[in-house]
């Protein structure tokens, strides 16, 4: 019997990715007009721009973003169906943020076996031969690490926050919705 995994990321994937509380805080802290995540990156100094993520991070705004009542009811009902369900962030590993997290991820409603806090997921995996791996991420390049195992399934999750983000992987199927992604991992399970 071949044991399946759900890798699921987070931010932009299972929530909006909450951008206008990150922007508020930018243009309130910075007096920065840019409008996205880029532009506030083009504008700022690296020093300052890790200075007011870090603030933004610490501040509560993330573990209030309401999730998408339909990535619970996938993910459910693919815990219900004895797929092991990860998620996987590159938020910091921090003690706050990781009981915030976990926190968060619960009171939403979801069902999950483990949460790992992996700050640069395009460089490290999870590999089993018995294992089929389905990876969801709205960010292509952190399926660098599954792309050359047949094992692997990775679903790039396109939200509003990246529609200019171009996915060159012809193996990465491209989702918009959760009902899309519904329906391929139906299809497997």
């Not at 007011?52 to 339909?70: A, D, L, N, S």
């Not at 195992?149 to 509003?160: I, T």
């Amino acid at each position: 019997m071949v044991n399946k995994v759900l890798i699921c990321d987070i931010d932009g994937t299972i929530c909006k990715y909450p951008t206008d509380e990150f922007v508020t805080l930018v243009k309130s802290a910075y007096g920065v007009s840019s409008v996205t995540d880029a532009e506030i990156k083009q504008s700022l100094s690296e020093k300052e721009y890790k200075s007011i993520k870090e603030k933004y991070r610490f501040g509560g705004e993330k573990f209030k973003v309401p999730v998408y009542p339909e990535a619970v009811e996938v993910i459910n009902n693919l815990y219900e169906a004895n797929v092991q369900i990860v998620f996987q962030t590159t938020r910091p590993p921090d003690p706050y943020i990781k009981s915030q997290t976990y926190a968060w991820l619960i009171s939403s409603g979801f069902k999950f076996h483990n949460l790992i806090f992996n700050v640069n997921k395009k460089s490290s995996h999870f590999y089993s031969t018995s294992t089929a791996f389905f990876v969801i991420d709205d960010l292509s390049e952190n399926f660098a690490p599954y792309l050359d195992l047949p094992s692997a399934h990775c679903l790039y999750f396109k939200n509003e926050r990246l529609e200019n983000h171009q996915n060159s992987l012809s193996n990465v199927k491209k989702v918009s919705s959760w009902c899309e992604i519904d329906i391929y991992l139906n299809s497997f399970i």
